[in-house]
């Protein structure tokens, strides 16, 4: 590993280290190396930060689009950082590495995936912690290339990231290997090269389940990183429009400009094929272009010839061959060669998004393209005088190539106008130039801005729930559904300078039992959705419905909340005779009066477990402020609701509830017991979840 920045790149000698070893709870292929890197000095008085390339295969420098544009972005990246590269191979190999990867990245990691996730446990893991549960309820399902994010791989995830900086996720269905990363306040930048609308794509390809799971997926997590790339200006404004982000920044897709023979770039070798399609042929939208190239448009020619280079044709391509004139052939070392003999270059797509990388290599090589307009898509080209000539139909796209093949020197001219768009913008110097400013820019945002950025931030999320939970209540009301606001807002205003001084993740609402069917059918017509039904949600431990909708968390408690034994109908009429009114949001809402809140705050501080900071802050904040003749109020509504124990063990988790707890009596005697419930005494020892559900089990009647 690297320990210090050297006055230069260039002075850095190779050396590799090859070895296995453990991240977190999956294995990973670690090759560590300390790379020659030549290209861009680092001065010595600059700091080396660290960051986290995350992505579905090896960078490259040429191959596949998807190995190229991952190749792009580990060329900005280290410009200014030191690159950890981690390839999560969700196709299920990492790909082939063509020494870029050991030129620029400080590491490269391989993330083991299990073949055959258990996507029923995944769940019950997720299901298990709140953020991981109203995710699942936010994304499920989702995209067949997610299949083997599961909460293990998420973990390993984050321990490959530890200390570093800066983490880039290259594409969108990686998104859900961030979890855990998400989840943790202190976390590094988290940015998303999404190159295109996924969606859009999918649904284009005839795939509308797919672009419906894209669509939740960008959802959820594009407005929860720190910023989204994408490969064009057309798809960035999209993007930003379609899932309501601030800013999409386009980075183009670029291309290494290789050395040309010959005459103003014209090659010494003989064509062998007159038309070139270049790319993943197991692509679909790569798949049918070939088909349409070879089926519909060669008839039009002239004896014309064809060659389609790219990796893992499937069998519709191979059968193509069929015809002596067309050609099909795998994978390839180097294309370069492929470039020079052929006369021109043809990108005959229908379908797919962002930006051809393979239309901007044909250019580089210095061979005109003939381009369909989806093939042209994001970029600003000029047909007819950059390089590329654009038809749609099979007649005139074969005209446009053999007017090429016909006339060399107007196919010269147009390759060569072609190059130099490429040249001055589209080149991996100038590209990653760009894209360094960018990463660098982020961080610094993220240095200078971290403490201002976090409290504005935590403050406007507190104001959008407070917003939600008035606007909540006001529905329900107006549905006849009597909602009576727990915890957050009110606790602020409570025991805090400010109700926005207590975060609260989600919304509590105690309704009427009776009327939870117009509760539910209230939050669905609004957008909320729920993943597990009431019994599922009180065997798991939680006493209360969770409904969803994006980044809103509502919890509807039936009647009563934990701690409480009596029956829920019981419960409700006690505790709607303990209520008051306060503003939230310009609006009224109902709220717990004093000696409920009292109550509550204490059998919360058990219910939550001992890894919970804030309800116990909420506790020691109310045992300093409430007067002794309130918690004696509080003491006889615990014995009325049957949850005594509940309340004995919270106030037993300080020291000075335990003091007040012997000042409490009731008719003459100590009103609290000293025996807690099983279900209390776990909860404060804090077991695992399960523990607590088979608590709750055992405790059913008949069992």
């Known amino acids: 590993m690297i320990g210090h920045a050297d006055a230069s790149r260039g002075s850095r000698s190779r050396a590799d280290d090859r070895r296995e070893r453990t991240v977190g709870p999956a294995?990973?292929?670690?090759?560590?190396?300390?790379?020659?890197?030549s290209r861009v000095p680092i001065a010595a008085a600059s700091i080396v930060r660290d960051a986290l390339l995350v992505t579905p295969v090896t960078p490259a420098a040429g191959g596949n689009g998807l190995a190229m544009r991952a190749g792009l972005f580990?060329?900005?990246?280290?410009?200014?950082?030191?690159?950890?590269?981690?390839?999560?191979?969700?196709?299920?190999?990492?790909?082939?590495?063509?020494?870029?990867?050991?030129?620029l990245a400080?590491?490269?990691?391989?993330?083991?995936?299990?073949?055959?996730?258990?996507?029923?446990?995944?769940?019950?893991?997720?299901?298990?912690?709140?953020?991981?549960r109203a995710r699942a309820i936010a994304v499920h399902p989702r995209p067949a290339l997610c299949r083997s994010a599961t909460m293990t791989a998420a973990h390993a995830l984050a321990d490959a990231a530890a200390g570093v900086e800066f983490v880039h996720i290259h594409r969108l269905y990686l998104a859900p290997f961030l979890d855990v990363l998400l989840d943790r306040q202190e976390?590094?930048?988290?940015?998303?090269?999404?190159?295109?609308?996924?969606?859009?794509?999918?649904?284009?390809?005839?795939?509308?389940?797919?672009?419906?799971?894209?669509?939740?997926?960008g959802n959820y997590y594009l407005p929860a990183v720190d910023h989204?790339?994408?490969?064009?200006?057309?798809?960035?404004?999209?993007?930003?429009?379609?899932?309501?982000?601030?800013?999409?920044?386009?980075?183009?897709?670029?291309?290494r400009l290789p050395p040309l023979t010959g005459k103003r770039g014209r090659s010494?070798?003989?064509?062998?094929?007159?038309?070139?399609?270049?790319?993943?042929?197991?692509?679909?939208?790569?798949?049918?272009?070939?088909?349409?190239?070879?089926?519909?448009?060669?008839?039009?020619?002239?004896?014309?010839?064809?060659?389609?280079v790219g990796s893992n044709p499937p069998p519709e391509v191979r059968a193509l061959a069929r015809d002596s004139s067309v050609t099909v052939v795998g994978a390839v070392a180097d294309v370069t060669s492929w470039y020079e003999r052929t006369r021109v270059a043809v990108v005959p797509l229908r379908a797919g998004g962002g930006t051809r990388i393979k239309l901007l290599e044909a250019l580089a090589h210095g061979r005109p393209v003939v381009s369909t307009t989806v093939g042209v898509h994001g970029l600003d080209f000029l047909p007819g005088r950059d390089g590329v000539l654009v038809a749609d139909r099979p007649a005139e796209f074969a005209a446009h190539c053999q007017s090429l093949m016909d006339e060399p020197e107007f196919a010269e001219r147009l390759a060569v106008a072609?190059?130099?768009?490429?040249?001055?913008?589209?080149?991996?110097?100038?590209?990653?130039?760009?894209?360094?400013?960018?990463?660098?820019?982020?961080?610094?945002?993220?240095?200078?801005?971290?403490?201002?950025?976090?409290?504005?931030?935590?403050?406007?999320?507190?104001?959008?729930?407070?917003?939600?939970?008035?606007?909540?209540?006001?529905?329900?009301?107006?549905?006849?559904?009597?909602?009576?606001?727990?915890?957050?807002?009110?606790?602020g205003a409570w025991l805090y300078d400010s109700l926005l001084d207590r975060s609260c993740a989600d919304i509590d609402l105690l309704i009427d039992p009776v009327a939870e069917p117009v509760a539910q059918a209230v939050l669905a017509r609004h957008g909320f959705t729920t993943l597990h039904g009431r019994s599922n949600a009180m065997l798991l431990g939680h006493p209360a419905v969770e409904w969803v909708r994006g980044h809103d968390h509502v919890d509807l408690h039936r009647g009563r909340f934990w701690g409480i034994t009596v029956p829920p109908d019981e419960a409700w009429l006690v505790l709607s005779e303990h209520t008051e009114r306060f503003e939230l949001g310009g609006r009224q809402v109902e709220t717990l009066n004093v000696t409920a809140r009292a109550f509550h705050v204490v059998v919360h501080a058990v219910a939550s477990g001992p890894t919970s900071e804030q309800?116990?802050?909420?506790?020691?904040?109310?045992?300093?402020?409430?007067?002794?003749?309130?918690?004696?109020?509080?003491?006889r509504l615990a014995a009325v609701l049957g949850a005594q124990a509940g309340f004995t063990a919270g106030l037993e988790l300080t020291t000075a509830g335990r003091d007040l707890s012997r000042c409490l009596v009731l008719d003459g005697r100590a009103a609290l017991g000293r025996l807690p419930s099983l279900d209390a005494a776990l909860r404060v020892a804090g077991p695992p979840r399960f523990a607590t559900g088979m608590a709750r089990l055992l405790a059913l009647p008949g069992l």
């Open 27 to 37: 294995l990973v292929t670690c090759v560590e190396c300390v790379a020659t890197r």
């Open 187 to 217: 976390r590094p930048v988290l940015t998303i090269d999404i190159d295109d609308d996924e969606a859009a794509t999918r649904r284009a390809c005839g795939e509308p389940d797919e672009a419906e799971a894209y669509e939740r997926l």
């Open 615 to 635: 309800p116990r802050e909420d506790l020691r904040r109310a045992l300093e402020r409430v007067p002794l003749s309130i918690w004696q109020d509080a003491a």
């Open 106 to 132: 400080a590491t490269s990691q391989v993330l083991a995936l299990d073949p055959v996730p258990d996507a029923v446990q995944d769940l019950r893991v997720r299901l298990a912690a709140q953020a991981p």
């Open 74 to 103: 580990l060329e900005g990246l280290s410009r200014s950082f030191r690159v950890r590269c981690l390839v999560v191979p969700v196709f299920g190999s990492a790909g082939r590495s063509d020494g870029l990867v050991d030129r």
């Open 418 to 491: 072609g190059r130099d768009v490429v040249a001055r913008t589209a080149s991996i110097e100038v590209v990653a130039r760009d894209s360094d400013r960018i990463f660098r820019s982020l961080l610094r945002s993220r240095s200078e801005d971290a403490a201002i950025s976090d409290r504005v931030v935590a403050l406007g999320a507190q104001l959008h729930r407070n917003r939600v939970a008035a606007e909540t209540c006001h529905l329900l009301t107006a549905a006849g559904v009597r909602a009576i606001l727990l915890k957050g807002a009110s606790f």
């Open 268 to 308: 010494r070798r003989a064509p062998t094929h007159d038309l070139l399609l270049v790319g993943t042929l197991s692509y679909p939208p790569n798949a049918e272009a070939a088909r349409w190239l070879c089926e519909e448009v060669l008839p039009h020619l002239n004896h014309a010839s064809v060659a389609l």
């Open 228 to 255: 989204v790339f994408a490969a064009s200006a057309i798809d960035a404004a999209t993007v930003a429009t379609t899932y309501k982000l601030a800013a999409v920044t386009p980075i183009s897709n670029a291309v």
